[in-house]
Nanobody
């Protein structure tokens, strides 16, 4: 059974940084993309970033390009999201997900429990 466990969320002032981690277990993740989504109160869950199994390709939402960086360590089955220059509109619950293929989509079969990120103005 696949398990994804996020960590690293918290409260930060605008302009600050946070690094989220997501540790995966329960299967071999070869050929599986990993990614991050977020959901703010009253809004739908939205794509943030995704990375291929090899780490050779990354994808970002326009709203986070240039500020967020996704990376992965396959030896640890862990994906990271480095978030810099945070804005109050980045406040949301951030979810890790994994899916077979190049990009993680909203239809991903495996999700973490989420970690809260709050950015104060």
């Amino acid at each position: 059974q696949v398990q994804l466990v996020e960590s690293g969320g918290g409260l930060v002032q605008a302009g600050g940084s946070l690094r989220l981690s997501c540790a995966a277990s329960g299967r071999t993740f070869s050929s599986y993309a990993m990614g991050w989504f977020r959901q703010a109160p009253g809004k739908e869950r939205e794509f943030v970033a995704s990375i291929t199994w090899s780490g050779g390709s990354t994808y970002y939402a326009d709203s986070v390009k240039g500020r967020f960086t996704i990376s992965r360590d396959n030896a640890k089955n862990t994906v990271y999201l480095q978030m810099n220059s945070l804005k109050p509109e980045d406040t949301a619950v951030y979810y890790c997900a994994t899916e077979r293929g190049r990009v993680v989509t909203i239809k991903a079969s495996h999700w973490g429990q989420g970690t809260q990120v709050t950015v104060s103005s």
